[in-house]
């Protein structure tokens, strides 16, 4: 945690003993037992600024650079830094300001390269790009070093958000092949026509596989600040072209658009086979895919495919399940059962958490969590928590546990895939089209004919 280090020499410390430790104020900062609790938003804007002889503890530097976006804009903290930091170095003496300038310069661009590379999302906005490019004319007057590595840091950032520009444009293009409906899709009698899962791949590990590819590219994508951006006020005064011109959640919004495919896609390939063994077939395949998913600590598909097989026109499939050995996918629902807070699933993550970090295979690193969860959390810790205190202080408290969350993510997205690519199966898994609501259910009738009144009226609806 944060050192209480007291930059001005003038603040004096006023300590009060409680019974579960020190707490003490700097000024406007106030810390227990060494951490930091509360402080106002300009003395923790302040304590970000480097100096000659200061610099912010690491864990402060990412846990304000995440939660700051909840009180201003990044663009208006970046300015704001950027002029403190000239500003402290200021004595009237040209000649002495240039030296303290360049002593301060590598300190700068150390805090500018920790922005720039755990939030580069941020520096979409064009002003954020000026003010970069601002600090980078004015470190080259100070520190030819320092201005080499501005334009080092500047030329990484350019290549993370062109990354970011090509996933997304390829994103949006999967999703539009796989929006094209065939005529194949609407009729069930024709679906002889449409290849189904085990025809392009019969190995639920292969396939288990291919989804983690899945699920950690499209993490490697989520910036940490999306999911603070998710609560941060709008400002309806802002115009449409600065921050807030992009959607700045798209990478978690198009990550949960991908789980959602994927428990669509479960119920398509359920409904769609004609003979009820072919349907119980995939079922079993299914069920061995979510224990492999389970195995490798993809809980995020694991679930996708229980909420698929759980959805009402493949739940109501009764003769065909009647075919399936039910035991182990009640033995994977009982892992994933939302009852005390989901106790059994955040029991399953801790262990893959554990082995995680000991692990000695790149396998083993995985951990990709239940994603919705994982929203879930954060905005219930945003809700439930006070941002600003009584005194007007913003509560660090809350920041700290924030951080900490999203930080434990941030670990879990960085871990490259080990296995293999198979190109065939990975196209399948993202285009081929998937039914509707409407569909599923008019395949599950097709499959099963209606058993009550409710049915018969709800499938002559759909017809």
């Known amino acids: 945690m944060l050192e209480p280090s007291c930059r001005n020499n003038s603040i004096t410390a006023k300590g009060r003993i409680y019974p579960h430790g020190v707490t003490a104020s700097y000024g406007e900062m106030c810390y227990h037992d060494n951490s930091l609790v509360s402080a106002s938003l300009e003395a923790l804007i302040q304590h970000l600024v480097p100096t000659v002889d200061y610099y912010p503890d690491r864990s402060y530097v990412f846990t304000f650079l995440l939660s700051s976006r909840l009180f201003l804009h990044p663009y208006e903290l970046m300015t704001r830094v950027c002029h403190l930091c000239v500003e402290q170095q200021r004595s009237g003496d040209a000649l002495l300001d240039k030296i303290r300038f360049r002593e301060v310069a590598p300190k700068l661009v150390q805090l500018l390269t920790e922005w720039t590379e755990t939030f580069p999302y941020d520096f979409r906005d064009e002003r954020m790009m000026r003010c970069l490019k601002d600090m980078t004319h004015h470190v080259a007057r100070g520190d030819e070093y320092s201005w080499r590595a501005m334009q080092q840091m500047t030329q990484r950032l350019i290549k ?17 092949v796989a929006m094209e409906r065939p005529a194949s899709l609407k009729s069930k009698q024709a679906s002889g026509q449409r290849s189904d899962v085990m025809s392009v791949c019969e190995d639920a590990f292969i396939l288990a596989q291919q989804l983690t590819h899945i699920e950690l590219d499209r993490l490697s994508f989520i910036g940490p600040e999306e999911f603070i951006q998710t609560f941060a006020m709008k400002d309806p005064l802002e115009n449409h072209k600065g921050f807030f011109r992009k959607r700045k959640t798209s990478n978690l919004e198009a990550y949960i658009n991908w ?7 479960v119920a398509t390939e359920i409904c769609m086979p004609v003979k009820k063994k072919h349907r119980a077939r995939i ?72 082995r995680s970090e000991t692990a000695h295979s790149s396998q083993e690193k995985i951990v990709i969590p239940f994603f919705s969860l ?80 409710m049915e018969k009226d709800s499938r002559r609806s759909l017809r």
């Open 160 to 176: 993370r958000l062109s990354a970011l520009g090509q996933y997304e444009e390829a994103v949006a293009a999967l999703n539009t």
């Open 259 to 265: 789980f959602n495919r994927l428990s669509y896609l």
């Open 374 to 453: 994982l929203i879930k959390d954060i905005y219930f810790l945003n809700e439930g928590c006070a941002s600003r205190l009584p005194n007007g202080h913003i509560n660090f408290e809350k920041l700290w546990e924030l951080a900490k969350q999203v930080s434990e993510f941030l670990v879990w997205r960085q871990v490259i895939c080990p296995f293999d690519r198979d190109r065939r199966v990975l196209q399948y898994l993202v285009t081929t089209p998937v039914f509707s609501e409407d569909e599923l259910h008019l395949a599950s009738y097709e499959s099963e004919g209606p058993e009550n009144n």
């Open 283 to 354: 079922i079993e395949f299914f069920i061995d895919v979510a224990q492999e998913c389970f195995n490798i600590g993809n809980f995020n598909s694991l679930m996708a495919i229980i909420t698929g097989m759980n959805m009402s026109p493949v739940s109501r499939l009764k003769k065909t399940w009647s075919k399936v050995n039910t035991d182990k996918f009640e033995i994977l629902e009982h892992q994933m059962d939302p009852s005390s807070n989901f106790s059994n699933y955040r029991t399953a993550l801790r262990g893959a958490t554990q």
